[in-house]
């Protein structure tokens, strides 16, 4: 089942900017998406594992702050219905891009004040940094 930003903004307390159309369904989708600053990956198309030993979180109802815009922007907050799913920063990425990694059984969101919803379908995926190369051998990371 999908939801309207409206309703993904009420259910949170999350807001977004006033721009932003709230009665717009957000999309659930299985493979690579980007939020500004971040990109979601399925784990089977991610070079990343999880810590043998990694500690796992349960995504509580008001979601997981997963990364902060340069300077203190908006954040992007991970939100999920309460017991489908959780998460882990235990990873192991050879790129040092890896801030985290989720594991849904029910469709989950990215939240942020600017760029609105996006929904991921159930799965696991890898949450990274997103770069942007400057020249062909310099990369920095992209702010928010």
């Given at each position: 089942?999908?939801?309207t930003?409206?309703?993904?903004?009420?259910?949170?307390?999350?807001?977004?900017?006033?721009?932003?159309?709230?009665?717009?369904?957000?999309?659930?989708?299985?493979?690579?998406?980007?939020?500004?600053?971040?990109?979601?990956?399925?784990?089977?198309?991610?070079?990343?594992?999880?810590?043998?030993?990694?500690?796992?979180?349960?995504?509580p109802a008001?979601?997981?702050?997963?990364?902060?815009?340069?300077?203190?922007?908006?954040p992007?907050?991970?939100?999920?219905?309460?017991?489908?799913?959780?998460w882990?920063?235990?990873?192991?990425?050879?790129?040092?891009?890896?801030?985290?990694m989720?594991?849904?059984t029910?469709?989950?969101?990215?939240?942020?004040?600017?760029?609105?919803?996006?929904?991921?379908?159930?799965?696991?995926?890898?949450?990274?940094?997103?770069?942007?190369?400057?020249?062909s051998t310099?990369?920095?990371?992209?702010?928010?």
């Open positions: 089942m999908t939801m930003l409206a309703e993904l903004t009420s259910r949170t307390g999350l807001t977004v900017l006033d721009h932003l159309e709230q009665s717009v369904r957000i999309p659930v989708l299985d493979g690579l998406q980007a939020q500004g600053d971040l990109i979601v990956i399925p784990l089977s198309e991610a070079d990343v594992t999880v810590w043998g030993d990694a500690r796992w979180r349960p995504v008001e979601g997981v702050e997963l990364l902060r815009g340069a300077a203190g922007g908006n992007h907050t991970l939100v999920a219905e309460p017991g489908t799913c959780r882990t920063t235990h990873v192991r990425d050879g790129q040092g891009l890896a801030i985290g989720f594991d849904a029910a469709p989950v969101y990215l939240l942020h004040p600017e760029h609105g919803g996006s929904g991921c379908a159930p799965g696991t995926y890898v949450v990274r940094r997103q770069r942007e190369y400057e020249t310099r990369s920095r990371l992209v702010a928010d």
